[in-house]
């Protein structure tokens, strides 16, 4: 049995090189956030754990910056409209008993297996839910621009909608009325996940989208109320068994705040298919990443053999496809926005002079 208090002190060594890293991991994972809902945190726990930060403390020390940084996002958005407030709550109702539940089944694997086993478990997760969420919404954003950018409500939503299971709930800015029990497992999934493994928005979003039937701007913003609340509630948590780097929650919270209010820009000037498609463009790539490291925490348990040459070349790659990843997503949401604003300011569009 290992000792879980033991894992709290290994906490990575910071030098300039680390601290950039982190501060650029920070601002792009903000920056998605703020563009498409999910904290940023399969952006984020991937980009700690490449520079050696163990899973666990990954996990717990990306759920204590997100709140801050969610409160911002979501403050920015409701500005705009985009946030239905109602339905961020209820949620997160569902989602605080997630996380409770995440947590002790994380605690649970680094007792048993250790910081390996921790880490091998994030990054499967991360894999087998990155490519299943990743793949489903890309078609879905494909359709859409294919049939000219109109925005669809899911069949499954539609069915969903029309069964009448007291309490009923209405919600006026999502344009939805639906029974309070399918936002049950929606909130849960979100929940779990975020303790588990830090990331609950691209489970959460893509719920709203598909099971509830809200728009992807709306479920986007929305999204944001609930990571804060999320966020609060499993850093305490965390922070009492000692996981949290505050270090690290600092160094990325600088990036974030800033990337944040710009992502959120950004969504006022594109079409919300665009949305999905970076969020599946990002999530496919992190998938390949995290795939890359996982026999380093095979061969830590003893699962496989392989030579440390072989261990090195694939961290190597997992490090840069990672750091394609940030690059890929911070492009498509800045081109897109400038592709947008330049659009929106053309002779073409102005009004003609009288």
Sequence with gaps: MHDVANVALKFIDLNVYNILFLFLVGFIGGLVSGFIGSGGAFVLTPGMMSLGVPGT???????????????VGAYKRFKYGQVDLKL??????SAGVGVQIGIKIQRWILAKWGPAGSDLYVSVSFVAVLVIVGLYVLRDALNISKSGGAEKVALLARKLQSINLPPMITFKTANVRISFWFTVPVGLATGLLAATIAVGGFIGVPGMIYMLGVSGLVASASELVVAFAMGMGGSINWAMHGMVDIRLVLIILAGSLLGVQ??????????????????ATIMLIVAVSRGFAIPKYLKALGLITMDGGTIKVLETISF???????????????????KAKRAAYSPESLPAEA
């Excluded at 961020?88 to 109702?93: E, I, Q, R, S």
């Excluded at 840069?320 to 400038?338: H, K, N, Q, R, Y």
């Design 320 to 338: 840069v496809s990672m750091c394609f990843a940030l690059l890929t997503g911070a492009t498509i949401i800045l081109a897109s926005m400038w």
């Design 88 to 93: 961020g709550f209820v949620l997160a109702a």
């Design 262 to 279: 710009l992502g959120a820009i950004g969504t006022t000037y594109v079409k919300d298919y665009m949305i999905k498609m970076v969020m």
């Design 57 to 71: 403390i990954a996990v717990a020390s990306n759920m204590c910056h997100k709140f801050p940084k969610a409160m």
